[in-house]
T-cell receptor
Framework: SQTIHQWPATLVQPVGSPLSLECTVE??????LYWYRQAAGRGLQLLFY??????ISSEVPQNLSASRPQDRQFILSSKKLLLSDSGFYLC???????????FGAGSRLTVL | AQSVSQHNHHVILSEAASLELGCNYS??????LFWYVQYPGQHLQLLLK??????LVKGIKGFEAEFIKSKFSFNLRKPSVQWSDTAEYFC????????????FGKGTTLSVSS
């Protein structure tokens, strides 16, 4: 069966520090991969999605970037964190060509 | 680009009351529609989905939703809620074409008192 892993689960970082959140999927190949940010009262905001290695679509221009160095690995990064980057980051995957997403447990980022 | 609007930010009900959560989307073409639920401390999980066919779809735990194309709506319903239905509910839409991703509404928090 397929599983999705996100880490770290919780992260506290100072303003201006770098960020790396990692997401991996097991038990499938060539998945579509997604990064969402969940903020109270704002729902889930799509940040990036990828349909293949090295293919990244950015939905919202901001202080973050994403990379997909391997088929089942999706990384969310920042060179210098802002206070406004605080939030709950969710990785998700779907079968290529299908639209049903399965979500990971999320990573809670607090920027101080 | 598609967008989703959920009408209620926070709904408070007593057990056995009926539930209807509104969801409207904006997109002129064919869409797939979803409701996801996030119980306290748990992952987001799929509640139900509509791709095509019968506009009344049934999901887990007694939930159902009706797709009304003319109203661009996909409201979630349950005849009798339980305390365990306390959760946050998200409506989501995706255009039925390549190169698009699932767009979520802002969510509705449902609190059910026993």
């Amino acid at each position: 069966s397929q599983t999705i892993h996100q880490w770290p689960a919780t992260l506290v970082q100072p303003v201006g520090s770098p960020l790396s959140l990692e997401c991996t999927v097991e038990g499938t190949s060539n998945p579509n991969l997604y990064w969402y940010r969940q903020a109270a009262g704002r729902g889930l905001q799509l940040l990036f999605y990828s349909v293949g290695i090295g293919q990244i679509s950015s939905e919202v221009p901001q202080n973050l970037s994403a990379s997909r160095p391997q088929d089942r690995q999706f990384i969310l990064s920042s060179k210098k964190l802002l206070l406004s980057d605080s939030g709950f980051y969710l990785c998700a995957w779907s079968v290529s060509g299908a639209n049903v997403l399965t979500f990971g447990a999320g990573s809670r980022l607090t920027v101080l | 680009a598609q967008s989703v609007s959920q009408h209620n930010h926070h709904v408070i009900l007593s057990e056995a009351a009926s539930l209807e959560l509104g969801c409207n989307y904006s997109y002129g073409g064919t869409v797939n529609l979803f409701w996801y639920v996030q119980y306290p401390g748990q992952h987001l999980q799929l509640l139900l989905k509509y791709f095509s066919g019968d506009p009344l779809v049934k999901g887990i735990k007694g939930f159902e939703a009706e797709f009304i194309k003319s109203k661009f709506s996909f409201n979630l319903r349950k005849p009798s809620v339980q305390w365990s239905d306390t959760a946050e509910y998200f409506c989501a839409v995706i255009a039925n074409q390549a190169g698009t991703a699932l767009i979520f509404g802002k969510g509705t928090t449902l609190s059910v008192s026993s």
